[in-house]
């Protein structure tokens, strides 16, 4: 009796941790895994390339850092401006149906495949627009899907801050400008800047876009200017996972993955210790 | 600069008489229609010069839209709003914001120090040329000064509710505004925090309009020199607050007072 009635009260329970655990596991697995593989192909030699000959070894992996992260920066550099100017267009003059047709366009834009935005910038930016495969072309193509999540977190970030503190601004007679640099400005700027590394992160993480308009397997190490095409991480792993008759090639493909999730973990990290102190002293 | 506030030792009787000609502020015809719904229909006052005026209602009235629309946070309404004799549609909406300060139900601090929230609503060079003694004229006419008078370098959001209040009412203060609306100011304080406002307002009351939603009849008679009844966004009776209380002219008004509640 005992047994079955204990067994009601946590079935719930313990059927909620059944279906939850694979949400935990799998990713830890993943990511034991990939460690478990990159870590040891991680060292001086082959990073630097010095010493190695093979596939895609010789220049070691800090040219494709390089790349990786010049393109983080360009695009967040690229997209930042536009997302604040839209979420505060938003909050300050969109009427209500204005709102509802950005934020359609919005979540519109944040479900179109990557791979559709990387044929998009070939056409576009690559071919009609003569851009080549470069750098450039490659921001602005991940500026174009980092932008939903910059605008929406920005939009979150003013949500955010109370009414009576914006009512109270224009009750003082503030303007727009005003409200925007000494009300809004330091209040929403630790949300904001959460989301900045969240952007970033994400285009850390985007390989497909990037294939199409911004990358070379290799012959380029440290691009002179932003109409040269760069090698990066992301891209990098993908040419050499293709090696996969090469167990050498494959297991600094593995090493490459581990320096890409370390990036990429940096700035999400980052992002989720800011959000937390904000937190903090939001309730404090 | 004087070290102490001169503490209000009596409380201040309200003015009885009061000099409806001389008025600034007129409302004709104001409507309002908020998502198809009308929320004022057709208001038509005209404010006295000084004193409480006391806005008083059910909730639903429309007594905080009222407020919103007389300083222009709603743009949406139809009718005519004057002060001083000029349409507030003509108005610069910043500077008429600075002449009609609104303070809302719950305080509003910003993120700086105390000092930095009192001339918050000044220019840059205003803020910069500010003297001492305006900054304590204004937390002395909010009944701030002694509690904040050693701590002004520290953050508002470490003042309690009550002071809060009052650091939003000195912000307001410092404008040197011509008319101040609140939206019951008194709601979240306690009944200390509650009497130095009231006392604080009653003193001001005697130099420019107040303009005071309250819920608490108990209050508003105690504090007002004239009432404005509103119900369901109209206005069902206006007249000084003793003829109010004591023979109300609308058996809705006898309603609200009774039960709180209109059947309008």
Not at chain 2, 92 to 120: E, H, M
Not at chain 2, 128 to 151: F, G, P, T
Not at chain 2, 189 to 203: A, F, V, W
Request: with cysteine; aromatic share 8%; net charge neutral.
């Amino acid at each position: 009796m005992m047994f079955w009635k204990a067994l009601r009260q946590y079935r719930v329970k313990g059927l909620l941790i059944l279906i939850s655990l694979p949400a935990l596991v799998l990713p830890t697995i993943s990511l034991v895994y990939i460690l478990w593989q990159g870590l040891p192909a991680l060292n001086w030699q082959t990073l630097s390339g010095e010493g190695v000959t093979g596939f895609g070894l010789e220049h070691g992996m800090f040219g494709q850092i390089w790349g990786s992260l010049l393109l983080m920066l360009g695009a967040n550099v690229l997209a930042a401006p536009a997302a604040l100017g839209l979420a505060l267009f938003f909050n300050l003059y969109a009427n209500d149906n204005t709102q509802r047709t950005i934020f359609t366009l919005l979540h519109l834009l944040q479900s179109i495949p990557p791979i559709v935005y990387g044929l998009f910038g070939l056409f576009v930016f690559v071919h009609l627009l003569h851009l080549g495969i470069s750098l450039l072309a490659g921001m602005i193509i991940l500026a174009m899907i980092i932008l939903p999540l910059l605008v929406l977190n920005a939009l979150h970030a003013l949500k955010a801050i109370s009414v009576e503190q914006t009512e109270s601004a224009r009750s003082l007679g503030l303007n727009d400008m005003q409200l925007i640099c000494r009300v809004w400005a330091p209040l929403a700027w630790p949300t904001m800047l959460t989301g900045q590394l969240l952007g970033m992160a994400r285009a850390l993480s985007e390989t497909a876009p990037i294939l199409f308009t911004a990358t070379v397997f290799s012959g380029v190490l440290w691009p002179s200017s932003i109409f040269e095409p760069v090698t990066t991480l992301q891209t990098h792993i993908f040419y050499l996972a293709q090696e996969g008759g090469n167990a050498h090639v494959v297991s600094i493909a593995w090493g490459a993955a581990t320096l890409l999730i370390a990036l990429v973990l940096l700035f999400s990290l980052t992002a989720l210790f800011l959000r937390r102190i904000d937190q903090h002293h939001r309730i404090s | 600069m004087p070290q102490q506030l001169n503490r209000i030792e009596t409380v201040v009787k309200p003015v009885n008489t009061m000099e409806v000609e001389a008025s600034r502020l007129c409302i004709d015809h104001l409507s309002l229609q908020l998502e198809g719904r009308a929320i004022l229909s057709k208001l038509s006052t005209t404010l006295p010069a000084t004193g409480i005026i006391a806005l008083i209602g059910p909730s639903g009235a429309g007594k905080s839209t009222l407020l919103r629309c007389l300083n222009r946070l709603y743009e949406q309404w139809q009718g005519d709003i004057t002060w001083a004799g000029q349409s507030i549609r003509n108005r610069d909406t910043d500077l008429l914001r600075r002449q009609i300060g609104l303070i809302g139900q719950k305080p509003a601090v910003f993120p700086c120090s105390i000092r930095d929230n009192v001339i918050f609503g000044l220019s840059r060079q205003q803020r910069r040329a500010i003297a001492d003694e305006e900054i304590y004229k204004a937390l002395q006419q909010a009944a701030l000064w002694q509690e904040v008078e050693h701590r002004l370098g520290e953050p508002a959001e470490h003042l309690s509710v009550g002071q809060q209040q009052r650091l939003c009412l000195a912000r307001a203060l410092i404008l040197k505004p011509d008319m101040l609306m609140l939206d019951e100011p008194t709601s979240a304080l306690d009944p200390r925090s509650r009497d130095i406002i009231e006392r604080s307002m009653m003193e001001l009351g005697r130099s420019m309009p107040l303009l005071w939603v309250s819920h608490d009849l108990d209050q508003a008679r105690r504090i007002s020199n004239h009432i404005l009844f509103m119900c369901d966004g109209k206005l069902i009776e206006q007249s000084d607050t003793e003829s109010f209380f004591n023979q109300p002219k609308r058996i809705e008004s006898r309603e609200f007072m009774r039960w709180s509640v209109c059947d309008c």
